[in-house]
């Protein structure tokens, strides 16, 4: 079965503070990875997904298989990074369906 | 603008008044879903529709029917609502079943009484 754990439902750090949103999964095969983010008062939108290896708005994620982990960081958070952040797996036999964890509000304070 | 849009945005209504939530997205996408969001659930997929005439059951269908008969619309129906259905919906679209983008909506607040 695939499951995506989100532990942390809040997140609160100060600006320019380091942030990791930690995202673990559970799937028995090769899965696709990704972070969707959902700013106050807008959609849910994509923010990076995990074969890309891109670093979007500074934000990073890389998948470890070995602990089978895909934690969101950014070395400086800023004020507008507060928002929603969900993690997703969607499995090896297409996108047919994605899976998204519980989700952590990350807040930066000024 | 390319969008996914959903009406009612929000909606108040009694157990048991069928009820549609429409979904329309203008991007031709093959692939359209729909999902509840709830507090400390995450946001879990009810229904799911490859293309036209082709629909599958998601997460948790139970006590939801969708319709696909044209491309653009994708409309959620509550036959018979109970409490337990308040939930915030999102539709989402992406291109075809192996992209890997979906396109969400703004979402409806939905309060069965």
């Known amino acids: 079965a695939q499951r995506v754990t989100q532990p942390e439902k809040l997140l609160s750090v100060f600006k320019g503070a380091p942030v990791e949103l930690k995202c673990n999964y559970s799937?028995?095969?090769?899965?696709?990875l990704f972070w969707y983010v959902q700013y106050s008062r807008q959609r849910l939108q994509l923010l990076l997904r995990h074969i890309s290896r891109e670093s979007i708005k500074g934000f990073t994620a890389d998948l470890n298989k070995g602990e089978t982990s895909f934690h969101l960081k950014k070395p400086f958070a800023q004020e507008e990074d507060s928002a929603m952040y969900y993690c997703a797996l969607s499995g090896n036999t297409g996108f047919q369906k994605l899976v998204f964890g519980t989700g952590t509000r990350l807040l930066v304070s000024p | 603008e390319a969008q996914v849009t959903q009406n009612p945005r929000y909606l108040i209504t009694v157990t048991g008044k069928k009820l549609t939530v429409t979904c329309s997205q203008n991007?031709?996408?093959?692939?359209m879903s729909w999902y509840r969001q709830d507090p400390g659930l995450g946001l879990r997929q009810i229904y799911y529709s490859m293309n036209v005439e082709v629909t599958d059951k998601g997460d948790v269908p139970e006590g939801y029917k969708v319709s696909r008969k044209e491309k653009r619309n994708f409309p959620l129906i509550l036959e018979s609502p109970s409490p337990n259905q308040t939930s915030l919906y999102f539709c989402?679209?992406?291109?075809?079943?192996?992209?890997?983008?979906?396109?969400f909506g703004p979402g409806t607040r939905l309060t069965v009484t």
């Open positions: 991007m031709n996408h093959e692939y």
């Open positions: 799937y028995s095969g090769s899965p696709e």
């Open positions: 989402a679209s992406k291109t075809h079943r192996e992209s890997y983008e979906q396109y």
